[in-house]
């Protein structure tokens, strides 16, 4: 599959995965499909293989990250990595969520699962997220905030993962043997 057939804004990951889905879910089951927030309480989440690094094997720590999850197939779908698109969950978690012996606390790794379905109807951002000083911090994409009937921005509650409040919270290794292994 080629990442080009998607739309695509660099550090959007949660629009471009609900823009993603919503694609993919005209010739897949829905009930396939979770969304991952790759994040922790610290905000603080190592990951490898991403475009943006220039560190050796695009070593990266991120606030959050989205990427989309085939449940049935075990792929993972990131338009930000440099692995294969999608990838087999099992080649995802070895190379871009290793757990090297020695990181801190701070850095494990933590995993919001929601189920694609949810996602389409419940995500909502106004891209403040994104603003400092009344700036973007990168360019915005090219189509209009993605809206719900009565939210215009519910984004922070799918990355703060002190609270439970969508979906459910999964270590790396706890995600890894009920979904992966």
Known sequence: MNKSLFKYTKCYCEENI???????????????????FLSNKRKTFPIWYQKASKEPEGFTVWDYHVVLFDQKQKLV??????????ETGTNYFSKALKFPTGFREDFIQEIREVSGQFYLTDFASDRSHMLKNEEYLSPVPDYDCIQTKTTTNN??????????????????????????Q
């Open 18 to 36: 609900y823009l993603l889905l919503k694609k993919l879910a005209v010739s897949h089951p829905i009930t396939d499909f979770s969304v991952l």
């Open 77 to 86: 779908y990131d338009l930000d990595t440099s692995l294969s698109f999608p």
């Open 155 to 180: 984004l922070p509650e799918y990355f703060d993962f002190k609270s439970k409040a969508k979906g459910s919270i999964f270590t790396r290794d706890e995600f890894w043997y009920k979904f992966i």
